[in-house]
């Protein structure tokens, strides 16, 4: 940390920091979009979807969780909630789910941000997963 | 070959999005830093970097992750863990401390708005994080602890010594 003046000085160092960044999220952002746009307009996401549905017993939470927890480890948890609003599930669904998603969510993006941050990208990916199965399972017991 | 150009349209939308975001962040910020009201804020997380053993200088990206989350606030964690301020070690911490939990606001309040509970959310979160850091702080970067422990040494010695000043001014 540098002790100058503060001013325009200080403008400019912090618009030439942001601008730097944002070259380097850029060479992340573009190629991860294309991805998500390829994988959300496939039918990948609701085959894997439908394998995982007997899995939802474990979170106490009814098959059509699974796409819901898909769209949002996936793309974000905003296509996760628009998937919840249109179910039509219980608060208590909704609230383990919401503990699991808030936990992990945008996982392909969030983790190729994070490799930049020097972090291997596969333990990124299953901590966070990990954790999210973890807590939903705890959750699902405890209320 | 539409997909791949709509995909390309989109992540340049977010890429403007972003920017409008990322540059008012690191303009606040760089005020922020260079006038030391960063060190009176990241003040108040440092009971929980003294809890992952990670040095005083990490809680800036610890702070602004938790804020502004992982994206969004990648940028300056991004453009800290590259300033060689922080040792990789510490970074690691913070960095899986953030992937557990971040963006406290945001995150939170978008399932509160569907109904969820929101202390739960933040209590749970806090949690995983905090059980997960203190875990690989402990166990997995063990090797390093030798190396995390000399180096969190000369770092001390360090600080004392170039922003003793600053210091005794908080």
Known sequence: MQRENIGWGTLGRGLRNGLETIWELSKVVLPVYVVLTVLEASLVLGWIGERCEPLMGLFSLSGSCAM????????????????IASLGLSIREITILAVMLSIGHSLILETAVAKKMGISATRACLIRLGASLFAGFLVSRLI | MALILKGLTGGLMLIGHISLVILPIFIVLQFASESHLLDQASKWLRPLARFLRISERSTVPLLVGLVFGLFYGSGVIIHEAKSGEITKADMHITVLFLLLCHSMFEDTLVFVAVGANGF????????????????VSRFVIKTRQDEYMSQSLTENGANSTISGGGSVEL
Not at chain 1, 68 to 83: F, N, R
């Open chain 1, 68 to 83: 819901v927890l898909l769209l949002g480890y996936v793309l974000d948890y905003y296509a996760a909630i628009g998937a």
């Open chain 2, 120 to 135: 739960l959310i933040l209590g749970i979160r806090f949690a995983m994080a905090l059980i997960a850091t203190w875990v």
